[in-house]
């Protein structure tokens, strides 16, 4: 004689789904958390020594400058390291590791012809990206300038600046507000173009304006791609 399965009480059946949405939000909770703070294990390795400085192109022949901002270029990696790192902030190319606003910066200047210039920092931040979000939250908190190893001569030859920046907490790393203060802008055309990793140009517009008064900041762009950023300045009437 078979046995009648008995369906299961309403009761049972929330119990069994409010355990999977806990299971879930659990999971999807260790994963952010993992993946915010840990570098990706399957990420492509790199050693320190193949990973860009950013170098400074300025020819005086062009009236575009692109100015940009990564991390990859301003890290403090130990000391001897022989081993590879990886990070998120790290797109590698022909064996080469560049932040993400430098490989923008060079599909700028390929597409452009402008010159070239990295904002790079006297003190490197750490190498952890929390390490680099805690130097970044108390700069933003007391308004820090930190001081910049590179310098133009003269924003004059300029009429139109790309400003490449990565989100940081929804706004500018404070290197890029260092670069933009220390030279006048106005009446130059400001084309910000954003790298993030979910949230945009965030208030970067805003803070470039309020720091370059005179120069017109147009509507940016959040960039996904190499390509999306050569895409933009094209329908801006830059590409040569
Ligand atoms: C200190 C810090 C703060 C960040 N804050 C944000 C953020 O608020 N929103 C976001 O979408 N991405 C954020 N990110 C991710 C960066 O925008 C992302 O790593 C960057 O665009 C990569 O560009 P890069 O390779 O040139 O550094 C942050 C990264 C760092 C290091």
Same mark, same amino acid.
Not at 45 to 70: C, H, K, Q, W
Not at 71 to 98: C, F, M, Q, T
Not at 127 to 152: I, K, Q, V, W
């Given at each position: 004689?078979?046995? @009648?399965?008995?369906? *299961? ?5 929330? !119990?069994?789904? +409010?355990?999977?949405? #806990?299971?879930?939000? =659990?999971?999807?909770?260790?994963? +952010?958390?993992?993946?915010t703070f840990f570098p990706n294990p399957?990420a492509?390795r790199i050693a320190p020594v193949d990973i860009s400085a950013g ?14 901002f990564s991390i990859a270029n301003n890290r403090a990696y130990p000391d001897g390291e022989v081993d590879a790192v990886a990070s998120a902030s790290l ?6 590791g560049y932040g993400? =606003? @430098? #490989? ?5 200047? @390929? ?7 990295? %904002?790079k920092t006297?003190e490197p931040y750490p190498e952890t990206y929390g390490g680099a979000f805690d130097r970044h ?9 930190p ?14 600046? %790309? &400003? %490449?920046?990565p989100?940081w *907490?929804?706004? *500018?790393p /404070?290197p ?17 173009? =954003?790298?993030? /990793? ?8 805003? /803070? ?5 008064? !005179? =120069?017109?900041? +147009?509507?940016? &762009? ?6 999306? +950023? ?6 801006? !009437? #830059?590409? %040569?």
């Amino acid at each position: 004689m078979s046995k @009648e399965k008995k369906p *299961l009480s309403r009761g049972k059946k929330i !119990g069994i789904g +409010v355990a999977a949405a #806990l299971v879930t939000a =659990a999971v999807v909770g260790i994963g +952010v958390f993992y993946c915010t703070f840990f570098p990706n294990p399957l990420a492509k390795r790199i050693a320190p020594v193949d990973i860009s400085a950013g170098e400074m192109s300025v020819t005086g022949e062009s009236n575009v400058l692109i100015a940009y901002f990564s991390i990859a270029n301003n890290r403090a990696y130990p000391d001897g390291e022989v081993d590879a790192v990886a990070s998120a902030s790290l797109a590698i190319r022909e064996g080469k590791g560049y932040g993400h =606003a @430098e #490989l923008y910066a060079l599909a700028a200047q @390929e597409a452009t012809g402008g010159d070239l210039f990295p %904002i790079k920092t006297a003190e490197p931040y750490p190498e952890t990206y929390g390490g680099a979000f805690d130097r970044h939250r108390s700069e933003m908190g007391t308004s820090h300038r930190p001081e910049l190893t590179e310098h133009l001569d003269s924003v004059e030859g300029y009429d139109t600046v %790309i &400003l %490449i920046y990565p989100n940081w *907490l929804s706004g *500018l790393p /404070q290197p890029v507000l260092s670069f933009l203060e220390e030279y006048d802008f106005s009446g130059k055309t400001i084309l910000p173009i =954003a790298t993030s /990793q979910a949230l945009g140009l965030g208030s970067g517009p805003e /803070q470039i304006a309020a720091a370059c008064p !005179g =120069a017109e900041v +147009v509507d940016g &762009l959040s960039a996904r791609s190499e390509d999306g +950023v050569k895409e933009f300045l094209k329908r801006a !009437g #830059l590409v %040569i």
